[in-house]
C-alpha cells in the first residue's frame, strides 16, 4: 500500500507596499524563496529612488561631470578650433531634463517587467493597513478599493521631502528636489537651501552646469556628519568655483517676487535669487496608512521602529528602507528588504550590519567612505592609526590634472585591521570598493598593501596609505 503524498501547502502571500528599492528587491527575494507575492505600488516602480531621487539625481549629474571635466580641457592642450569663435559650452537644460526623465521611466519599466516575469502581482494604488494581516488598496482612479489577505506585510514606504511651512514650493520658482526636472531653463541664479547630501550635489551640479549657486548652510561647514577634512575640501572647491557659501544662518522663509524669490534668513539678511531648492531633508511617508491602529510603533520623528531582521513591534509586519529612518541609502533599504523577506520565509538571515556600508556623495570630487568614520572611533574611545593621502602627488592624477582629493584609512595600530576609508576623488564612489572589500574581510593593511594596483592609478595612492600604515604597525 502506497502512502498518500501530504497535502500540498499554499505559498505563504507576502504583500509588499511600496515598489521602491526596499519594496522590489525584498518581492524578488520572496518569490524566489517560493512565496506568492504582491507589490502595491501608488506612483511607479523603482519608487522615489528610480523616479525622483537616485537616477534622476545622478544622471543630471552626469551632464554636470562632463562640464567640469571640460573645465579642465584647456590645462591639457584641447583647443576650440576656431579660437575667434570662442564660446563657453553651455547646457541645454531642457535635452538635459528629458533625458534624466526618460531615463527614470525607462529604468521604472525594466524593474516592472522583471517583477511581472518572476510572477509577481503588481497593485497600483495606495495601500493601508487593517490590521496586521489586510492591506486595503485605493486605486488612484478613485474606483472599488481592493482588499488583499497577507500572512507577511512589508513596509517599504519611502519618504518625501520635508516641507518648511514658510517656503511652501510651486513648482516653478520655489522647488523641492522632485520638481528639478521640470525646469527648461538653467535657473540663472540658484539658491539651494540645506547643505546635507542632497542640497550639496544639487549646488555642486549646478554650479557646474552655469548656474550662479548661493548654498545656505545652518552648520559651520557644509555636509555636517561627514569627514571634516572631506567637508572642507569640498566647501574649498564650491568656493574656488564662484559659489557662494554663507554658512551658520537658516533660511527662515521664501517668497515669490516679480521676477523670481527672496530667501530670508536667520541673520536679517535677504538673498534674492531667480530660483530657490529647499533641500531640508525627508519625512517618513507612515501617516495615514493604518500603522499605530495595527500595533506598528512608530518614533518620535515618524519612522517605523525595526531590529536588526526588519521586524516592527506588530507579528508578521516588517519594514525596509526610508521609511524606518535607519539609514536614507538605497543600498541599505534593498538589504533590509531581503533580509526581512529570509527571516519571514525562514530562510538564513544575517542581521543588518551597518558597519560595512559604503556611500558616496556625487559631488566633484566625489565623496566615498566605508566602515568607522573618525568622528566615530573618537567618540566610542577607539585606538585607531590613520594617514591621509593627497591625490595631487599620484602620476594619474596628475596626467588627468586632478589637484584636489584624498585617500584616507583607519587602522587599529597592532592587528593592521583595516576600520574605514575615505576617498575624495572623481569617481570615489568606483575607488571605495577594495576599501570595503578591506573592511568587510577584516583585512590588515599589510594586506592592502601588498596586492598589486596598476601603474600609473589613482588606487595606488590607497596602496600608499596602505603602507604608510603598514609601517607605523610594524615599528610597534
Ligand atoms: C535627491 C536624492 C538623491 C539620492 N541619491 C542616492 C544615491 O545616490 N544613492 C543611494 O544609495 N541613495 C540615494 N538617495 C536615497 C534613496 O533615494 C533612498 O534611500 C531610497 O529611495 C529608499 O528606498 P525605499 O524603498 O525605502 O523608498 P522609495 O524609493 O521612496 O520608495 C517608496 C515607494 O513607496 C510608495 N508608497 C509610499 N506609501 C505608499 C502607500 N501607502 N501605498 C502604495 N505605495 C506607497 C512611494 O510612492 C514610493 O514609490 C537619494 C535621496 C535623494 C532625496
Not at 548654498?215 to 559651520?220: F, G, I, Y
Amino acid at each position: 500500500m502506497t502512502t498518500p503524498a501530504p497535502p500540498e501547502r499554499e505559498p505563504a502571500h507576502i504583500v509588499v507596499v511600496g515598489g521602491g528599492p526596499g519594496g522590489y528587491e525584498a518581492a524578488l527575494v520572496a518569490g524566489s524563496l517560493g512565496a506568492r507575492v504582491t507589490v502595491v505600488e501608488r506612483q511607479g516602480l523603482g519608487g522615489a529612488a528610480v523616479l525622483t531621487d537616485v537616477v534622476p539625481s545622478k544622471t543630471l549629474i552626469a551632464t554636470a561631470e562632463w562640464m567640469t571635466i571640460a573645465d579642465r580641457a584647456p590645462e591639457l592642450g584641447i583647443r576650440l578650433t576656431d579660437e575667434a569663435a570662442k564660446r563657453d559650452l553651455t547646457v541645454d537644460l531642457r535635452a538635459v531634463n528629458q533625458r534624466v526623465l526618460e531615463l527614470a521611466e525607462a529604468q521604472s519599466a525594466d524593474i516592472r517587467g522583471r517583477l511581472v516575469r518572476e510572477g509577481i502581482e503588481i497593485v497600483s494604488g495606495t495601500g493601508r493597513l487593517d490590521g496586521k494581516s489586510r492591506v486595503v488598496v485605493e486605486p488612484e482612479d478613485g474606483g472599488e478599493p481592493r482588499v488583499l489577505h497577507a500572512d507577511t506585510v512589508l513596509l517599504a514606504l519611502g519618504a518625501t521631502p520635508r516641507i518648511l511651512p514658510t517656503a511652501v514650493p510651486d513648482g516653478e520658482r520655489i522647488l523641492t528636489w522632485t520638481q528639478m526636472y521640470n525646469l527648461d531653463e538653467l535657473p540663472e541664479k540658484l539658491i539651494v537651501v540645506g547643505s546635507g547630501v542632497t542640497g550639496a550635489e544639487f549646488a555642486g551640479a549646478y554650479n557646474a552646469l552655469g548656474s550662479d549657486v548661493v548654498l545656505v548652510s545652518s552648520r559651520d561647514r557644509v555636509l555636517p556628519g561627514e569627514d571634516e577634512d572631506a567637508a572642507e575640501l569640498l566647501e574649498g572647491v564650491f568656493r574656488s568655483r564662484g559659489m557662494t557659501v554663507l554658512s551658520r544662518t537658516r533660511a527662515e522663509a521664501a517668497v515669490r517676487t516679480d521676477d523670481g524669490v527672496a530667501v530670508t534668513l536667520s541673520d536679517g539678511r535677504v538673498v534674492h535669487g531667480s530660483h530657490v531648492l529647499v533641500a531640508v531633508g525627508g519625512v517618513p511617508n507612515t501617516e495615514g496608512v493604518g500603522l499605530e491602529e495595527a500595533g506598528v510603533t512608530l518614533t518620535a520623528s515618524g519612522h517605523v521602529e525595526v531590529d536588526k531582521v526588519s521586524r516592527t513591534s506588530a507579528r508578521g509586519v516588517y519594514a525596509a528602507g526610508d521609511c524606518t529612518g535607519v539609514l536614507p541609502l538605497a543600498s541599505v533599504a534593498a538589504m533590509q528588504g531581503r533580509i526581512a523577506m529570509q527571516h519571514a520565509l525562514g530562510d538564513g538571515v544575517a542581521p543588518l550590519r551597518l558597519g560595512t556600508v559604503a556611500s558616496n556623495i556625487f559631488t566633484a570630487p566625489e565623496i566615498a567612505t566605508v566602515g568607522y568614520s573618525e568622528d566615530a572611533l573618537k567618540k566610542q574611545g577607539s585606538r585607531y592609526i590613520t594617514t591621509t593621502l593627497p591625490l595631487a602627488r599620484n602620476p594619474r592624477a596628475k596626467m588627468l590634472g586632478i589637484r584636489d582629493g584624498f585617500v584616507k584609512l583607519f587602522a587599529h595600530p597592532e592587528a593592521g585591521v583595516v576600520l574605514g576609508g575615505v576617498v575624495v576623488a572623481p569617481r570615489a564612489g568606483e575607488h571605495i570598493f577594495p576599501i570595503t572589500l578591506a573592511v568587510r574581510h577584516r583585512l590588515t593593511v599589510e594586506d592592502v598593501a601588498a596586492s598589486f594596483t596598476i601603474y600609473p592609478s589613482l588606487s595606488g595612492t590607497t596602496a600608499e596609505a596602505a603602507r604608510v600604515l603598514d609601517a607605523r604597525v610594524q615599528e610597534r
